[in-house]
């Protein structure tokens, strides 16, 4: 007969067995019918941030909390599904959503002292990241533990698996693991290789704390450890293990890097769907399409670096960007440098670099990511006078010295600097109105500005060419003699002042044909032209080309184009000249498609040749056309036509005074293009940065690649236009053509040893006479 000394403990047991039982039921029965619904999880519609791309399909730009791509189960490969399994859940397969056997053994494993362990399960995860919240308390683990077995009663493995494949943070605003393929190594999930699968499964456990840019060591050791398990559980081989480990791995360490150098397109592009979309802008996974491609847009790109980086070293090396405290560094490999560092970005290939060591013959400097370099010989030439002990002290390079690195054409190191000044480029199309290429400065990271479509400012001569336009509308011939002589200007015609502008090179050459003086940027012909044409007739004139009047007042000074202007405006301008009249309205996006890929909305452009569109008379864009292009072939921009050697180019230079601003708008048939140089806050670039130096070589490399296969073509002659035969082409061609309605009788002698003019319009005539007192 059994003891009631024993029986009775377990009689006690047994109860508090049956009442724990009973308790759990009771909650079970209670809870697990109040249970949030799953739909969530069985139409799984997660945020998906807006894209934006070029028009031949590039990504350039993303926008949304969180960065996401959706991949199906079978898309993922499955090295990358076993490295997730032996990092977070080897028994996923086997357990019903809450792993008892894990449990017990992180149980005895913390106990006992060992490295400290989880044991929620993939589906746990699941609920969590779907339904529940991060704090750590027994009724929400109770509540993670029920929705997992909900979780795991509705959905297959596969479906709970890809679920979490998508929907997990990764570190640096990406959620999943494309997204965190791409973040991390710059390639899409399928082409990783085994040792970048391990580290990206390592960042599972804390994304911040294994994320290999910020901290590559503890990354390298997760992933060594996922690695690990992976051999255990058998899902690699004793050499697939040996490779990865010896595996190099190149982090991707700026998180928005693009194929494309795009932002300003991008962010053009996010406030105009913002405006149309305000609701579901950054969730919906709108996509939106830009009318820029990747070849023109690299182009401009790397045109306008280039030449604002040739502006920066005519003018000089400036000195240390700043200066960190080394005094705490313990060696040149110290992670504390990475931490210094992390104020100062990439600036695409000008990276910043920490002076450990200098002297007159080499530097040593600390880049991000623990490479030292050294820099000697050339590459020290342009910093040379800032090593010298002689060097201003808040300038001088020495250790702890912030600088810029870059690596030349042989790999070789050499210092560079962050130049001060910005710049602007962008192209079109004249024919529909799309922009095929837009850069609004020289580093969008460090100035979000977009000086191509803000930036109001003097154009100068590149104004000229309208003043000329409206002039020929006023009887004005391609042919007509004005002079180029010195003007005085009263008080008393001004309103203020009396104003004696001059010529940017001081000469003065006398009489001269319209053509020739359009040519050589001559100021006193334009204010001539001003005068006679009109200055209130020539400010409305000019807003047939898309400017604004009240941004160039009616005074003499716009014949110099003292207004304002953008880029933006400029090209649009220049358009009306290209494509024979018409004054298109650029854009820079066509198509919106929703997440399912259905267009929600597209541009409508109208072409020109549409008479909606008919700004000026079609005659007067062939002979403005037939002026610009002998600007790039013998004037200011000849440079242009030399080195392209086409005759199709046409443009005008522009300066401003003091040389505050440098342009250069010119365009061939298929392509107008823009290109403006200055500093934020105006002031003088130097006096020898005209137009011609300081912004024309930043539109020569850029039509250089774009106009590459594209062959020479003319504007057609209009209809209306009568060809005459000129005395003396030494100012031009001999043969010129007129408006039927003002073709000159026959040729006038030489006016004092100059060509003859054609000019008979009395009403002209008699407009200068008040200049010529």
């Known amino acids: 007969m059994v003891s009631r000394w024993v029986l009775t403990p377990l009689l006690v047991l047994l109860g508090i067995v049956v009442m724990a039982v009973a308790m759990v039921s009771v909650v079970l029965i209670l809870t697990y019918p109040n249970l949030p619904s799953l739909e969530i999880l069985t139409d799984y519609r997660p945020k998906i941030p807006l894209r934006v791309y070029t028009a031949d399909g590039h990504l350039i730009g993303e926008f949304g909390e969180e960065r996401r791509v959706v991949v199906r189960f079978g898309e993922v490969p499955e090295v990358m599904k076993q490295a997730i399994l032996a990092a977070e859940d080897d028994r996923f397969y086997q357990h019903r959503g809450v792993d008892v056997l894990g449990i017990v053994r992180a149980a005895v494993n913390n106990f006992l002292g060992g490295r400290r362990q989880g044991a929620s399960t993939i589906t746990q995860q699941v609920a969590k990241n779907f339904f529940l919240s991060s704090e750590q308390t027994y009724t929400r683990k109770l509540y993670e533990a029920l929705l997992a077995f909900k979780i795991e009663h509705s959905l297959s493995k596969d479906q709970i698996l890809e679920l979490y494949i998508n929907q997990v943070y990764l570190g640096r605003r990406a959620y999943g693991f494309a997204v965190a393929a791409q973040t991390y190594f710059g390639k899409p999930l399928k082409d990783l290789n085994l040792a970048e699968v391990a580290m990206l499964a390592g960042l599972l456990k804390a994304p911040s704390e294994f994320n290999p840019v910020v901290n590559p060591k503890r990354a390298s050791q997760r992933q060594q450890y996922v690695l690990r398990r992976m051999r255990q559980l058998s899902f690699i081989d004793a050499q697939q293990y040996d490779e990865a480990l010896k595996q190099p791995l190149i982090v991707k360490r700026e998180s928005t890097d693009y194929a494309v150098h795009a ?16 609701e579901e802008v950054y969730s919906r996974g709108l996509h939106v399409y830009t009318t820029i491609t990747r070849a023109d847009q690299e182009a401009a790109y790397a045109s306008l670096r280039r030449n604002v980086l040739d502006y920066d070293r005519r003018h000089g090396y400036r000195g ?22 992390q104020d100062y970005h990439d600036s695409e290939d000008l990276h910043p670099a920490i002076v450990l060591q200098a002297d007159v013959k080499q530097i040593q400097a600390y880049r991000r990511g623990g490479e030292i370099v050294t820099i000697a010989g050339d590459g020290l030439k342009f910093a040379a006078r800032m090593i010298d002990d002689k060097a201003p002290a808040n300038k001088r390079l020495r250790r702890g010295a912030i600088i810029r690195v870059q690596q030349d054409d042989k790999n070789n190191w050499r210092i560079m600097q962050m130049p001060e000044i910005e710049a602007a480029f962008l192209s079109v199309n004249p024919q529909d109105g799309a922009i095929r290429s837009l850069v609004g400065g020289f580093d969008y990271d460090r100035n979000k500005f977009n000086h191509a479509t803000q930036a109001w400012r003097q154009p100068g001569s590149s104004f000229k060419p309208f003043i000329y336009s409206g002039a020929l509308e006023k009887g004005f011939t391609t042919a007509s003699v004005v002079e180029d002589e010195p003007i005085s200007i009263p008080a008393s015609i001004t309103g203020s002042h009396t104003w004696e502008p001059k010529n940017y090179d001081g000469k003065y050459e006398g009489p001269m044909r319209l053509r020739a003086a359009l040519a050589k940027s001559k100021n006193m012909v334009s204010i001539r032209l001003l005068e006679a044409s009109g200055v209130h ?32 405006q400029m090209v649009t301008a220049y358009a009306v000249f290209a494509n024979g009249g018409y004054k298109i ?35 007067n864009a062939y002979l403005m056309d037939s002026m610009l292009r002998d600007v790039t072939i013998y004037g200011t921009a000849a440079r242009a036509s030399s080195m392209l050697k086409r005759r199709d180019l046409a443009g005008k230079t522009g300066t401003t005074n003091e040389q505050v601003d440098a342009w250069f708008c010119g365009y061939q ?19 020898r940065e005209t137009g011609s130096s300081a912004a024309l070589p930043a539109w020569i490399d850029y039509m250089d690649k774009v106009l590459k296969d594209v062959p020479q073509s003319f504007m057609p002659l209009p209809k209306g236009l009568v060809a005459v035969e000129l005395i003396g082409p030494d100012q031009g061609p001999a043969k010129e053509y007129f408006y039927t309605e003002n073709v000159p009788p026959e040729p006038e002698p030489p006016l004092d040893g100059h060509a003859g003019s ?12 008040i200049l010529r007192d």
């Not at 400010?539 to 898309?546: L, S």
């Open 320 to 341: 240390a960007e700043a200066y960190v405290d080394l005094s705490e560094i313990k060696s040149e490999q110290d992670e504390a440098l990475d931490v210094l560092l």
């Open 669 to 687: 048939r298929t392509v107008v293009g823009c290109s403006w140089i200055g500093f934020d806050q105006p002031k003088n670039m130097g006096s």
């Open 263 to 278: 932002e300003y397109v991008a962010e053009m592009a996010r406030l105009m769907v913002a405006e149309l979309f305000p």
């Open 585 to 619: 309205q650029p854009f820079v996006v066509s198509q919106i498609r929703d997440e399912k890929n259905q267009i929600i909305a597209e541009a409508k452009p109208v072409a020109a040749g549409d008479e909606s569109l008919l700004a000026i008379d079609p005659r």
């Open 758 to 769: 054609v000019e008979s319009v009395e009403s002209v005539e008699s407009a200068f006479d």
């Open 537 to 568: 007739f020539i400010q409305d004139y000019v807003t047939h080309f898309g400017f604004d009047a009240d941004k160039h007042p009616a005074y003499m000074t716009m014949a110099l184009g003292a207004g304002s202007v953008t880029p933006w």
